[in-house]
């Protein structure tokens, strides 16, 4: 009798280690390769503006063959992390799923098939990043009838295009979304989420650059904008502090006499 019981101790006890090593395994295969993600980051809360990380719930024991793809993607691995991540419901549809840059950086847009009032037929869009690591966010747009110009404001003609590239010149790629043409001139505007720390940080302050262009050899961005008939403006914007800041604004007047334009103030 004592050594059945024995038997049974040390039965026991070669469960608790194989058990104990599979949660190291799959705590390992969460970390490397992100097919599992135990947070997400949420770049849209409007209090503050920065990096939230939220707890996902693991989805223990799935089976792949169960799981509904919402998009195809060659690359099997994000291919599974992205249909985990996105999640439409019968409200919703996909209507855009591209690569903004190829194998780095991808966009899923969802959109309402049915008109909801003072809302955009535009829902949100997912934007996933690989740099060794998948990063992800999710972007959605406030109210249509909003006067008063809110986080990632929506004007005219917007087609929510995305742009990848470094407005902030320090070596790292940042994601635009245009918002379309604001005011009587159609100025273009672009809200952006700026490369930091690892997260991607939605910067307001962008938005207040109307047709921004980069001047990569000066590390700045520039920005025009018409104010009347016969006068416009630039201005050069310097990242400081994690705003984007006017350093500089040239105007301009149509000279009849000259056939051109002239500088007539600097501030």
Not at 41 to 50: G, Q
Not at 222 to 232: I, K, M, P, V
Not at 236 to 248: A, I, R, T
Request: glycine share 4%.
């Amino acid at each position: 009798m004592k050594r059945k019981y024995m038997s049974h101790i040390i039965v026991f006890i070669i469960i608790i280690v194989f058990l104990y090593g599979c949660k190291n395994n799959i705590a390992d295969r969460t970390l490397t390769s992100n097919q599992v993600s135990d947070s997400s980051y949420h770049i849209t809360d409007e209090s503050n503006r920065e990096v939230q990380a939220s707890t996902n719930e693991i989805r223990k024991d799935m089976d792949e063959n169960d799981a509904e793809d919402w998009v195809s993607i060659d690359n099997k691995e994000f291919n599974d992390f992205v249909n985990m991540i996105i999640n439409p419901t019968d409200e919703e549809e996909i209507v855009k799923a591209e690569w903004i840059e190829e194998n780095v950086c991808f966009r899923v847009s969802i959109e309402r098939p049915n008109q909801v009032e003072d809302y955009y037929a535009h829902h949100d869009d997912y934007i996933f990043i690989k740099d060794g690591t998948i990063k992800w966010f999710k972007v959605d747009y406030p109210n249509h009838k909003d006067l008063q110009y809110p986080d990632r404001h929506v004007w005219a003609a917007s087609d929510f295009k995305v742009r990848y590239e470094d407005v902030t010149f320090d070596g790292n790629k940042d994601i635009l979304i245009f918002l379309g043409n604001a005011g009587s001139h159609g100025s273009e505007v672009f809200c952006a989420y700026i490369y930091s720390a690892g997260n991607f940080v939605y910067t307001k302050s962008f938005e207040n650059i109307p047709n921004y262009s980069i001047d990569y050899d000066n590390e700045i961005i520039r920005g025009w904008n018409t104010d009347s008939a016969s006068t416009y403006h630039t201005s050069v914007y310097k990242f400081v502090d994690g705003e984007f800041v006017v350093s500089e604004t040239e105007y301009y007047e149509y000279n009849p006499e000259l056939g051109e334009y002239e500088l007539i103030k600097v501030e």
